[in-house]
């Protein structure tokens, strides 16, 4: 049980509703609580991270309400949208949805979060996390929180980047490498460029050549527009299959 769905499972039983003393009272005692000395900042943490939780009254008044997680139906495919012309916004709600598809706790960039949508959701109706602010140490939080998609899982001490999408639409790709190399090491991170086509592929082999990022080169994978939405559509077909079977319900 990961705190997010053990926080969850709290709220259901205390109401839907309860203050954070009320619910380190009830989590007190918790297998997760002994193997983690700091849990109440983890309970802290992950209320104000995840977007299934939502303070009542003000933003810092210490109490909470669960909110119903919107289960993302899949049915429509990029491809059933016409011709559109696969840019930045529609590559990085692929990958959003992608992550959730997955498993994974989902992230992009707040000013995305708001401005940005896909198949008529905003951004902020896919990504899963609503801030990394509280996740990671803040010197580390100023680039990592542009990031334009992240997945995430988590562990007994909190969520953690297990892979990073930094999506180019036009010859920047340099200002996403920059970013990507914030993330610590020791998170063991996969970390992805995004390109439309050969012009930013071939951008993207010099900057491998330099020495500031030649030691990251095993680190770093390069896919193109089209094959993001190829592994999207195949993700969804898959889900529609099992929905069809009656394997997901």
């Given at each position: ?197 050969e012009k930013e592929e071939k951008l993207f082999q010099r900057y491998m050549d330099r020495e500031i990022f030649r030691r990251w080169r095993g680190r770093f994978s390069l896919k193109n527009y089209g094959s993001v939405e190829d592994s999207y559509n195949a993700a969804v077909n898959y889900k529609r299959a099992l929905r069809n079977m009656e394997f997901e319900r």
């Amino acid at each position: 049980m990961t705190w997010k769905e053990l926080i969850k499972k709290t709220l259901e039983e205390l109401g839907g509703e309860a203050s954070l003393p009320e619910i380190y009272e009830k989590i007190e005692g918790h297998d997760k609580t002994v193997t983690n000395p700091t849990w109440q900042a983890t309970i802290r943490r992950s209320i104000r991270q995840y977007n299934i939780f939502d303070p009542v009254g003000e933003e810092r008044s210490g109490r909470y309400k669960l909110v119903k997680e919107e289960k993302i139906e899949f049915d429509e495919e990029h491809a059933d949208a016409g011709d559109t012309q696969l840019n930045h916004g529609i590559i990085q709600g692929m990958l959003l949805l992608l992550g959730r598809i997955m498993g994974f706790e989902t992230f992009c960039p707040k000013t995305d979060q708001t401005i940005r949508s896909f198949q008529n959701r905003s951004l902020s109706e896919i990504v899963t996390i609503r801030d990394l602010a509280d996740a990671f140490a803040k010197s580390q939080i100023e680039k990592m929180r542009e990031i334009d998609v992240v997945w995430l899982k988590e562990d007994n001490v909190g969520l953690y980047p297990k892979f990073a999408f930094e999506v180019e639409h036009t010859t920047k790709v340099k200002s996403g490498l920059e970013r990507l190399i914030e993330i610590p090491e020791r998170y063991g991170t996969y970390l992805y460029i995004i390109v439309p086509d050969e012009k930013e592929e071939k951008l993207f082999q010099r900057y491998m050549d330099r020495e500031i990022f030649r030691r990251w080169r095993g680190r770093f994978s390069l896919k193109n527009y089209g094959s993001v939405e190829d592994s999207y559509n195949a993700a969804v077909n898959y889900k529609r299959a099992l929905r069809n079977m009656e394997f997901e319900r």
